[in-house]
């Protein structure tokens, strides 16, 4: 089971960031610190199950070989679920344990700090937004996007742009309705498409990190961009640098980039840190579609122009995303 990384729910729900990490085999090192918690470090354990007794008891006794010694890192257990018998033991024996649920529901568990102390993660009072049951049409969205981004001659070429068979466009077509028309040259989107995409487009991808960066947006993201490209990670810019690339308006004031996993931003100087004051945010995209759009703008690697607009419209960046939709509908005009 693929367990996503507790530390940006830390962060944002606890106010506890990740000041370094080396990743291993196994789980690798963290060391976390909080205003609360002291600058520890941990050596983790990673479970794609819910850990029992014996797993904590083995743990430890690796962990701590005598009462005489003085590990350099304490243990920390990450899992799916626990038990309450697994976490009363492991707190007993000062091992950390975080569960991090797969539905998305809150962190919970408890952080044994370096000097002993003990720090409950309890549940969040607001959850985390659960992505709706059954499957998302990611095929319907991106056939939207490609309409706004240029007309279809046919359902045919629609499909065959998406990636998909002509009956699931049409099925498409047909739900869209009147928001899009069919003349001789072929299939348009009217107005209200990018409107029915704001509207049902989720909002929740898979991960998010969000870090803290003394430089400016654009340099800020220049040197991110760089960095993934050097560890060969799949990536793309998206956000208010993106849209500075396609459509220069207005002073970029954040970095959002989509990439296919996260990596320890330490190295480029940014700090981990709660989603209310970062101002960079690394997410791992549920959209198969949106890492695979990517294109070179200036020398940066960027998502496709209408996902750009459709995530400053998300993140409510209205004039931006006004200013760059007018942009890209002046440009398919004169095509």
Known sequence: MLIREPWADLASGHGIVLASSTPGAKGGHVRLSGETLPSTEYVVH??????NRQDVLTIHASWHQGPEAAPPARALIVAPSAGSSALTVAQRLGISMLVVDPSGAPLRGVLVGADGSIHPIETATTRVPRRPSGRV???????????????????ADLAARVGVSQPRIAQAISGWGSLVRRDPSGWHAEDGLADWLVEHYPTSPRVTFSWLTLDAPVPAAEAIASYLASLHVDHAVTGDVAADRLAPWARPRTVRVWARSIPDLTPLGLTPAPSASANVVIAVPADPYTLSRAREVAGMRVSDPWRVWLDLKQHDATDAATHLAASLREEAASA
Do not use: S
């Open 137 to 155: 049409p990611w095929a319907t969205f991106e056939a939207a996007l490609q309409l706004l981004a240029a007309p279809a001659p046919t359902q």
């Open 46 to 51: 990673r479970f794609g199950r819910a850990p």
